[in-house]
Structures are given as structure tokens and as C-alpha cells.
């Protein structure tokens, strides 16, 4: 070892600072590319080691090799090594930065923190003031992000004196600000957005105004929902929408919730389903008591509720979640170089501004290749549609089906990397960097072409039912068939293998008409419908009683006599009043209350007549006797005019009721169109 080392010092001074230098280049390069290669966890891990360990080999037995031409003159070849050498060198730097900037974009993806935001938000012509009399509400739940800022913002800005009133519900706490119980509420600065689709509210951004706002960056609580289940095992991710004008993905906990997908892949068979929601569906609500309500209403509480919510709908695990921003979806799609599909219908939808007028996005019927605003068009559009959302869902699920047919085709570094870049901003997700790099065996068996990638598309089928809810009024809601929901959760069980699928021995076709795949629930089915509450004011109470009988349903009635409030002697037997509002759910209703006019009948004074007679103690037996038959005889004449006045009575009872029923007629079951 001493001798080479006066050999080496005996070297030229430029060659040995070639030799140093270079060597050390190759090493840092070596190292950098080591440390960029071990974060790739899960990613061809047999491969990167033997890469690694070849490389270490490389490099000593470079360095022997060249201070080998060094001692024995042969300058040119160590010139040529050297030069090879270092162009390795720039080559592992390339790849290792390559590396490194793509980890960077996917780890970027999951966001550890966020910054959330909440306001204080009034009536546009209300004024705010710290005192007593002004009365602000807020949610009570002492965990919700939204309560917690909200009393940073109070201490921030010095509020003390304000009146605080705590709600369970979001909408419960936006219908008193608009009758004006209230004076404002703390609710999520990302308000509009999430209101603006209730019809109610549609003009929520111009009845109201921010008196603060107030952001805080906290832990991102979504990334606690992950069941961190590996992705080369059957999963569920469920895909939320975001439909906001805003280029970028606010992390707020609320948000529109109008698009829920879930999906289920099974990384083995390649087989996908694909469950779109309708955003109108009526389900017990997890984070709000259960209390039901549109589904889309969870995700004023945030992901973790719309999460529950669903869980508790179909009992499935759900393993992650993906929210986009659908101005996402319009860089995704360009940065793919457009998507093909076939339009179902000509329409024209505002753009992903939600501008009108020259910015309208027109699209002809038909197979065509979609720009980024096309496919966001194609996915927004609804009002048009004859079955309105049951439609746009399905469009969606195309535009999602052509989306991953476009992503089988990346076959460049830098259309992969575009691809990344376009979403990254507009996306957040509960998906561990490691199981997203997970991904790549799954992308390489697709792109080998050693699968094929099937998709099965789902439809839940149901009715439409107008329905009271709190906050909102009477509303359009969407009953599902739980046969239809049942035959969706079957498929998504199979293709999770948590159950076994069930083998078909028969199969027919015709040889005239093209084979077409079914749609898993999209069937009809003749079951017994949910039923709302019809008004049952102004009718007979004959006919409540006969409508109550059959749905088990106790009738409680209060009699409203001549002198009290309301009292007409004109509607003997009619309801005034009922104890349950219109619209709300029969099967929820055990006991109906209402308050009924009843009109006293008048009594005859007979009996008077016969105890005036037989307290006359100066008649003699015989005129007694007399009096008393004749007396008699008054008697059985009264009693039957007495039964006279009740069959009377009861004629005129039974045409009141009949009358009342044929009134009733038209309005059962009640013929309320959806008010959105």
C-alpha cells in the first residue's frame, strides 16, 4: 500500500488531480443515485439493489483500473477511462434528479398539513357589533375544524361580548340567519361554493358578506382515514369531485360534495367498478346524529363524514380517497393530449369560469376527441338532461373510463411527469407516497399489455320523493331501490374478493342484435315506495283516522270547542292543525297529533217537562197515572225524534265526509314537484 502511494505521489500533478477529482464526481454520483433509488420503496426492489451493488463494483474497479494506466504510462487510455467516467457520472445526476423531482411531485400529492379556513358571515345589510343582543351561531361540535377557528378568530380579533348559539346542523343554522333568528354564523370561508347548489341559497354570494376571516395551517385530519391497505391488494378509493372556479384545490374540511364516485380495483384481474352516487340520494347522515338528509349534504362537514356516510350505506371499508378540483380535470385532459369518447347528447355548459355568452362550451353528438373544457363541460352538464344527475353521473363515469384508456398510452418520462404536474396542485388524497409508488406494478402489467383493464359501470336505480328537511323546505330527493344498491355492493364485494362470485351456467345471444354489457342495478323494480307526509289540514278527521289506520300510525286528537282560537261551528271534524309538517318521512312517524273543530249539539228539555210533573203532589192517582202514560207517551215520542236527529246527524256526517274525501282526492298523494 506504501508503495503505491510514492508511486502516486511521483504522478504528475495534473493527472493526479484528474484522478482525485474524478473520482470523487463518480462517487457523489454514485451515492446520489443510491439515495434517489432507496425512496423508490416497493418499485423493483431486486433490481435497484443488484443496480447498487453493481455500481460500487463499477466504481472501485474503475479506480483501480485507472491508476493501473496512471503507473504504466498509458496516459491516453486513462484519459479515454476518465472521460467515460464522467459522462456516467453526468448520467447518474440526470437520472438521480429525474428521480428526485418525480418523488417530490407524487410525495406532494399527500399534504401532511393544510391550511383551513373559517368566517364570521351576515346578511349583506346586517352590521356587526360586539354586544349581548347580537346573536351568532356556530357548530357544537367541539372537534369540527370550524369551532375550533372560530373561537381563534374571536380571541384574535377581541369578540366577547357576542351571544353564541351552538347548532347541530349546517343548514339548520343557514335558514335561521335567512328569517333572521340570528344575526351570523361561523361557517367555512369556502361557503358559496359548498351552498350555492341549493336552491335556497343559490344566491348565498350576494345575500351575504364576510365580517372576518381567520386561516390556520393544522394537521390534515383526512390523512387519519387511510386503512393504509396495501394497492396490490384489492381496494376501495372513493373519487370526490370539487366543482370550484378556483385553479388550485382549497383543503378546506367542506366542500360541494355534488360528485362521489367510488371505486373498487382489483389489482390481480385488473376488473374496476365504478359506483357513481346521486348526489340527491337520501341516507342517514354519520357526523350529523344520522339525521337524514341529501348525501351531498355530508360534505359541508368535511371527507371524513362523506366517508362514514357511505361506509354506513353500502358496509364496504373504504381504503383511500382522491379529491380533485374539476379545474383539474381540465389540465389532466390537455396534458394528455385530449380524450375520445362518445357524446351522448349535444349540449352547451358554461366553461370551467362558469362564464357565458361567447365562453360557452358547445359539443355536437358523437364520437370526437375532448379538450380539457370539453371533458369538464361533458362532466358539469345537467340541465338539459332528461334524468338530470343519473345522467351526468354516467357522463362522468366516461369521461373517467377515457381518461384511464389515454393514461395506458404515457410512454415519455416527460408526458408522465406533464400528467403529475397538471393534477398535483388540484388534488389531495389520504394514499401514502409508498403505496402510490406501489401503482407502478399494476401500470407496468397494463402497459406490458399482459392485461387488459375492464371497467364495470354501475347505475343505482330508484324514485323521486319530495320530502321535508330542516333548513331547506320541502325538496327533491332520491329514494334508491335496495335491490338495486344491494346487486352494486355484490360486485364491488366480488371484485375486492371478500366474497366469491356466483358462476353462470346459461347464456343467450342473437346473432342480429350486437352483444352490450349490463349495467350492475340498472333494473326496475315493483316494491313498496317510501311515502311523505301529505297535508292533512282542512280535511276530515274520518278520513285522517282512515289513512292512519293502515300505516300504523296513532292519531292524537284535541278538540278545538266553540270559544277557543280557530273555532268555526261551519267545519265541524276538520283539522286545523297537525303536530308533524308536510314532507317529513311516514315511516318515521309513530304518533300524529292535530287539532280538530268540534261543534256542540244543543239538548232538548223533556226531562225537565217530566220531573215538573211528577214533583206535583196535590193530583190524584188517577190524573197521575194519566199524566204519567201521557208522559210516557211524550217520552217515546221525543226519544224518536231524538233518533231521528242522530240518523239525520249521521247522514250528514258520513256526505260531510265523503265530500271531504273526494276533496282529498286530488290532493293524495300529494303532487309537490321537486323544488330543485
Known sequence: MKSIIRKFKKLKSIYKILYIVLSIILLISICFLTYELLKLKKIETVLRIIFIIVCFICFF??????????????????IANSILGFIISVLFIFVSVNIHKTYGIVNNIEKDKITYSTSLVVLKDTEFKDTSDFKVAMIKDESNVDNIIANELMETKKIKNIDVKYYDDYLEMLADLYSKKINGIFISSGYVDVYSVYENYQNIESDTKVVYSYKKEMKNIDNELS??????????????????????????????????????????????????????????????G?????????????????????????????????????????????????????????????????????????????????????????????????????????NQQLVVEAIAKKAKNIRSKKKFDDVLNSITKNIDTNIKTEEILNLYNVAKKIFTSSGTLNIEKTYLTGYDLTLYIPGLGNVYTFQYYEQSLK????????????????????????????????IIGKKYYTVERN??????????????????????????????????????????????????????????INTLSVDVIKVEKETDNSSNNNENVDNNIDTDIK????????????????????????????????????????????????TNLPTE
Open 61 to 78: 474497479i474503475s479506480l483501480f483500473i485507472n491508476i493501473l494506466f496512471l503507473f504504466s504510462k498509458k496516459n491516453k487510455l486513462f
Open 227 to 288: 386503512t393504509n391497505k396495501s394497492l396490490t391488494e384489492p381496494f376501495t378509493i372513493l373519487l370526490l369531485g370539487v366543482d370550484s372556479a378556483i385553479d388550485g384545490l382549497n383543503a378546506n374540511t367542506a366542500f360541494n360534495g355534488d360528485t362521489m364516485m367510488l371505486i373498487t380495483f382489483n389489482p390481480k384481474t385488473l376488473n374496476t367498478t365504478v359506483f357513481s352516487i346521486p348526489r340527491d340520494t337520501y341516507v342517514p347522515i354519520a357526523c350529523n
Open 290 to 394: 344520522n339525521r337524514q338528509n341529501k348525501i351531498n349534504s355530508s360534505a359541508a362537514y368535511g371527507t371524513s363524514c362523506v366517508i362514514n356516510t357511505i361506509k354506513n350505506l353500502i358496509g364496504i371499508d373504504i381504503d383511500y380517497y382522491v379529491k380533485i378540483n374539476f379545474k383539474g380535470v381540465v389540465d389532466l385532459v390537455d396534458s394528455l393530449g385530449g380524450i375520445e369518447l362518445d357524446v351522448p347528447i349535444k349540449f352547451c355548459e358554461q366553461n370551467s369560469n362558469r362564464e357565458f355568452g361567447d365562453n360557452l362550451i358547445c359539443l355536437d353528438k358523437g364520437y370526437q376527441t375532448l379538450n380539457g373544457e370539453q371533458a369538464l363541460a361533458l362532466s358539469r352538464h345537467r340541465k338539459t338532461l332528461l334524468l338530470g344527475d343519473f345522467e351526468r353521473v354516467q
Open 487 to 518: 346487486e352494486i355492493v355484490d360486485a364491488m364485494k366480488i371484485n375486492l374478493e371478500i366474497t366469491k362470485p356466483k358462476l353462470t351456467k346459461t347464456f343467450t345471444f342473437s346473432v342480429n342484435k350486437p352483444y352490450e354489457k349490463d
Open 531 to 588: 311515502e311523505a307526509l301529505p297535508n292533512f289540514i282542512g280535511s276530515n278527521i274520518n278520513y285522517l283516522k282512515e289513512w292512519a289506520s293502515s300505516r300504523n300510525i296513532t292519531i292524537v286528537e284535541n278538540y278545538i270547542t266553540k270559544g277557543m282560537e280557530g273555532y268555526d261551528e261551519t267545519k265541524d271534524g276538520i283539522i286545523i292543525n297537525q303536530s308533524v309538517v308536510k314532507g317529513t318521512l311516514v315511516s318515521s
Open 623 to 670: 190524573d197521575n197515572t194519566e199524566d204519567n202514560n201521557q208522559n210516557s207517551d211524550t217520552d217515546t215520542l221525543d226519544n224518536k225524534d231524538t233518533d231521528t236527529d242522530k240518523d239525520s246527524g249521521n247522514e250528514e256526517n258520513k256526505d260531510s265526509e265523503n265530500n271531504d274525501n273526494e276533496n282529498n282526492e286530488s290532493e293524495f298523494p300529494p
